[in-house]
């Protein structure tokens, strides 16, 4: 799908994506018999056809980023480090009330599992999910500002999956805050590599927070 078409189509399309991914992840790690390498092998493999759907706009991002970094990157990193912040401090706040996200948790306890996950998470979870929640609205023919958030608000949910009680949907504000502080890049720049970057940096430093 690399046409123009409206934001209801490309959010079918994200979340398309994001369920045939799941559904391809339990499968190989099924035949394998290793939920983590599952993982692993599943979302290369999404990466990958998902690179193949979209490598004319990636090759001409790659080909542009150095430019686009030289233009955005201050306002980008400042935008972005301000509401990562504020989604670290209101997470570690609910923490505090006894409230813990259910997507963290579970990350922590497949790291725990096996150290391989911390390339899953640092990595190919960033890099999976700029390309499912991010790349398809670059052709969206929706206003700009309403598309910026409305993948940011599909990211946020997906990040919600796996809550057991209601009281943890209150996580939906920090998610929302790091949606769109993860987002900002591709927002500002219409580089998908931008808010990779940004999206990585964040996963790598809540990995090395956690490892301490």
Not at 121 to 146: A, D, G, M, Q, W
Not at 166 to 175: D, E, G, K, R, T
Request: aromatic share 16%; proline share 1%.
């Amino acid at each position: 799908m690399t046409k123009k078409s409206n934001i209801l189509m490309n959010f079918i399309y994200s979340f398309s994506i994001f369920i045939v991914t799941s559904l391809l992840t339990t499968y190989v790690g099924s035949i394998i018999k290793n939920k983590i390498f599952g993982y692993i092998l599943g979302y290369l493999i999404a990466i990958l056809l998902l690179y193949i759907i979209y490598r004319k706009k990636i090759k001409f991002d790659f080909k542009n980023f150095k430019d686009d970094f030289k233009k955005y990157g201050l306002n980008v990193f400042i935008v972005s480090s301000i509401l990562i912040v504020l989604e670290v401090a209101l997470s570690l706040l609910f923490q505090h009330f006894g409230l813990n996200s259910a997507n963290q948790s579970y990350g922590i306890d497949l790291i725990n599992e096996n150290k391989f996950m911390i390339l899953y998470c640092v990595l190919l979870s960033p890099v999976f999910e700029e390309l499912c929640f991010r790349l398809p609205y670059h052709y969206s023919t929706s206003n700009k500002i309403l598309t910026y958030i409305v993948y940011s608000c599909i990211f946020a949910f997906t990040h919600l999956m796996g809550i057991t009680d209601l009281i943890s949907l209150v996580y939906v504000i920090p998610y929302l805050l790091l949606a769109f502080g993860v987002g900002y890049g591709f927002y500002k720049s219409d580089n998908i590599l931008m808010s990779t970057m940004i999206h990585i940096i964040n996963n790598s430093l809540a990995i090395m927070l956690i490892l301490i």
